[in-house]
């Protein structure tokens, strides 16, 4: 655990969807340096029981903590709902962030018109309730609809993004918001930005599309300021560690950050 400011930030996922959160917080505080963990292995967290998420999630912050990490980022909707006090509670005293949260406050400055909101996410998130208790906790008077998407990860895993069969899966699931006069939907899972161009031409116009990625980066900065750790010089770095498939994971990190991923290791954090 480390209280330095040159210290990295950790990240961690299921897989690439975390890597929208890298790519927020690289852009807002370039000189910071990052270790990502992406659990290719056992993707995708979705459809597994709390129990095991927990599991999963406290082993990679067991990995994080040993990298000397002075914060630790949740970029995951589905451990943030099941494991994040857990998280919390093993990486005392450096700061711990969901995406939660976050997600669910920009969502709420986005829907002052009807006070809906619109939720699509795994169904581990979908079912624990999560951004339902969140957004009424900070607004008891909004209206949360939400909607399991559970093909949503694999697709994104495989590259899938805009094919026919994306589209056609799309299409089933947001199906459901088509009557609901949503002011917003959160894409409640770090892989789904990469569906968001897609998306966007599927519902209304008038509907905001909140990708979480950037509120989590604003509050990372702001924490690590608060905190006089954040780092404002020299050159930022992000090394990636995978649980397996690096070929596919590097093929799929690259084209998404735009940029090489030079720095990826294959390794066994059970």
């Known amino acids: 655990m480390s209280t330095s400011e040159k210290a990295p930030i950790g990240v961690f996922d299921s897989g690439i969807g975390g890597l929208t959160v890298v790519k927020s917080i690289m852009a807002r505080m370039p000189e910071e340096r990052i270790v990502y963990f992406g659990d290719t292995a056992r993707v995708p967290y979705g459809i597994k029981s709390p129990e095991t998420v927990k599991e999963y999630a406290l082993q990679i912050t067991d990995f994080l903590l040993k990298r000397d990490v002075k914060m630790i980022v949740i970029a995951c909707n589905t451990v943030s709902a099941a494991a994040e006090n857990d998280v919390r509670a093993k990486a005392s005293p450096i700061p711990v962030i969901g995406v939660v949260e976050a997600g669910a406050r920009v969502a709420i400055d986005h829907s002052t018109r009807n006070r809906l909101v619109g939720v699509i996410g795994t169904l581990a998130t979908v079912n624990s309730g999560t951004y339902e208790s969140s957004i009424k906790a900070i607004d008891p008077g909004m209206r949360v609809f939400s909607k399991s998407c559970p093909m949503l990860v694999p697709l994104a895993e495989e590259g899938w993004i805009d094919n026919d069969v994306a589209m ?3 299409k089933h699931y947001l199906n459901d918001f088509q009557d609901k006069n949503l002011d917003s939907l959160i894409l409640g899972c770090t892989h789904y930005p990469l569906f968001k161009d897609s998306i966007r031409t599927l519902l209304p116009a008038s509907v905001d599309i909140i990708d979480s990625a950037d509120a ?4 990372v900065d702001d924490t690590l300021r608060s905190q006089n750790l954040r780092n404002t010089a020299g050159k930022g770095s992000l090394d990636c560690f995978v649980s397996d498939k690096p070929q596919r994971f590097q093929l799929l990190a690259e084209r998404f950050l735009g940029r090489n991923v030079n ?6 954090v059970a």
């Open 168 to 170: 056609l899966t799309l």
């Open 216 to 219: 989590v980066a604003k509050l």
């Open 263 to 268: 720095q990826l290791e294959v390794v066994n």
